[in-house]
């Protein structure tokens, strides 16, 4: 598969570079960078670009008959200090202990890039695939120039059936992001907490409606432990034994100032295996629903965004049954997100300077355990140079450090492999200092 996905890459970079100028591009193939910056940003419409690229096929940006190529790549620098030796909780990049020791770190690296291919069958059909090259939140094992860390995936990959033209009503089957929530960030590059908690990818097929403001969805899951913070409980993923339920309403109060509401419910969150947790593993018949609501209030130059989610029963890996650990109980899993962005115009410049502020956190834990928490605060930066060119900056701050691999025990870097033992540390507190640059084409 991931061969096949890179020679395919290749492939059709190269038919594009030969066959298409700026003044004469073919009739098959066609770049349209701001197109390809609105699919592939991970800020924003995460799990809504289905209903962004119905959008743009009504507004006849996408037409019948072509394939779009497009290329999207975040490039960043960073210094990172910690107060616990190894503990960097910043989230866009793990797992931490591998490539971060000491109490100081500094990058300057791609932290991820990504290829879209766009195919509008016919008008009621388009056929969507997503390449991503993401070595710094890639689960591959070592450093971040490793091998296991440095290949291609197919992020996503569907086929949406749907004409806005005709109908509100539209279809997906494939792999893409789970209707949950909204999981979207004011940030300029950093994913909000609760993306990272419940933002859900994962195999199956969404039913949709879409019109006069109102947004409906189901999706069937595939069973067993999905890409993304979707698990049936079953170890093996053998049926469709998930579902997502979601829904918002939007509505315009004038031309530029909207507000939309919004609620979700999963049936099987990734909040579900025993001790002691590993990613993608079975939960032995048991499943941990979530439930989810949101706004987004948009006001001229102002966008406010708030959200909260919650799993309905306890995670039963959060307990380690052996003292001292032993003492803490099981927890739900909670997050909030509550951030806000205020265009700013920059008369000398001619262009807008976004400016921002978000809180996201992550709840786990019983009170005073070492996994109770990890917050996050980021202020940022950013200013679009053209609709496909963006500079950022931000200052973050994360307390706790809770990561979901072994969050409750044993510490998997103790080499006395005591299981009462944990690398979680609630008191772990990281400062970042990030300047970055996003260019899609």
């Excluded at 689960?139 to 091998?147: L, N, R």
Aim: with cysteine.
């Amino acid at each position: 598969m991931k061969k096949t996905a890179f020679r395919l890459s290749l492939c059709l970079v190269a038919l594009a570079i030969s066959h298409s100028t700026a003044q004469d591009q073919p009739e098959f193939i066609r770049l349209k960078s701001d197109y390809t910056y609105r699919m592939l940003d991970h800020t924003t419409e995460i799990n809504r670009k289905q209903q962004a690229l119905l959008e743009e096929r009504e507004q006849g940006n996408i037409k019948t008959g072509n394939l779009y190529l497009g290329f999207d790549i975040n490039a960043i620098a960073n210094m990172q200090d910690t107060n616990t030796e190894a503990k960097f909780g910043y989230l866009m990049r793990h797992p931490t202990q591998n490539n971060q020791g000491g109490k100081s770190s500094s990058e300057l690296v791609v932290h991820d890039v990504k290829l879209q291919l766009t195919g509008a069958i016919v008008t009621w059909a388009t056929a969507y695939a997503e390449i991503l090259y993401n070595p710094e939140q890639n689960f591959g094992q070592g450093t971040i120039v490793s091998k296991e860390r440095n290949e291609l995936t197919v992020r996503r990959a569907y086929v949406l059936f749907g004409d806005k033209t005709v109908t509100p009503f539209y279809a997906s089957l494939g792999k893409m992001a789970t209707p949950f929530g909204l999981t979207d960030t004011v940030s300029p590059f950093t994913n909000s907490t609760t993306w990272h908690a419940f933002g859900g990818l994962a195999y199956g097929g969404i039913l949709g409606y879409d019109a006069h403001g109102l947004n409906l969805s189901v999706m069937g899951i595939q069973g067993g432990a999905q890409f993304r913070s979707a698990n049936s409980g079953d170890n093996t993923p053998d049926d469709v034994a998930n579902y997502t339920i979601n829904g918002s309403y939007e509505f315009d109060f004038t031309e530029h100032t909207s507000l939309r509401l919004g609620g979700g419910y999963v049936d099987g969150s990734a909040y579900c295996q025993g001790f002691p947790v590993t990613h993608f593993d079975g939960c032995d018949g048991f499943k941990n629903p979530a439930w989810n609501v949101n706004s987004l209030l948009k006001a001229g130059r102002l966008t406010v965004l708030a959200e909260f989610a919650d799993t309905t029963k306890d995670w039963p890996g959060t307990h380690n049954p052996t003292p001292p650990l032993n003492e803490f109980e099981a927890s739900g899993v909670s997050s909030l997100t509550v951030g806000a962005k205020y265009l700013l115009p920059v008369a000398s410049l001619n262009r807008d300077l976004g400016v921002s502020v978000e809180f996201s956190d992550f709840e786990a834990g019983a009170e005073g355990s070492p996994w109770e928490r990890q917050e996050q605060l980021v202020f940022g930066l950013e200013m679009m140079v053209t609709p496909n060119l963006k500079f950022f900056a931000e200052y973050i701050r994360t307390e706790g450090y809770a990561p979901l691999n072994f969050i409750s025990g044993p510490d998997p870097f103790d080499p006395t492999e005591n299981p009462g033992t944990t690398h979680s540390v609630a008191d772990a507190e990281s400062e970042i200092y990030l300047i970055g640059v996003r260019a899609a084409m």
